[in-house]
């Protein structure tokens, strides 16, 4: 129950900054892998890929909430008391959390 609170917590957390995940995602993509998640993507979010994640203000306030995602997630692992998320038993939310960390330093650029 506690890695369904965390995984429900975590999405809406993340929502707004998907967009800004997922376009960079895309641009390490080979060009028809990329064509497939644009618009797949698109459909997901019911967005024009166009409007994901626009440079300029909205770009930087999408890395300052994303900042603040993983400082909620640190905090919620060190009130856990233990060394994993939900406490001292390691869980899928452990595996969730460290496979998303993972992806996002991947694809996103150094000062994002």
Known sequence: ???????????????????????????????????????????MLQLPWEEFSP?????????AYLEQGFNKGEALRT???GEW?????????DIIGASRLFWYKRVLKEDE
């Open 1 to 43: 129950m506690l890695s369904r609170v965390f995984d429900s917590a975590y999405l809406d957390e993340a929502h707004p900054i998907v967009r800004l995940i997922f376009v960079r995602a895309a641009e390490i993509m080979n060009p028809a892998s990329a064509e497939f998640f644009r618009r797949t993507r698109s459909e």
């Open 55 to 63: 440079e300029g203000p909205k770009h930087h306030g999408d890395c």
């Open 79 to 81: 009130k856990s008391g």
């Open 85 to 93: 998320v939900i406490g001292d038993t390691f869980s899928d939310a």
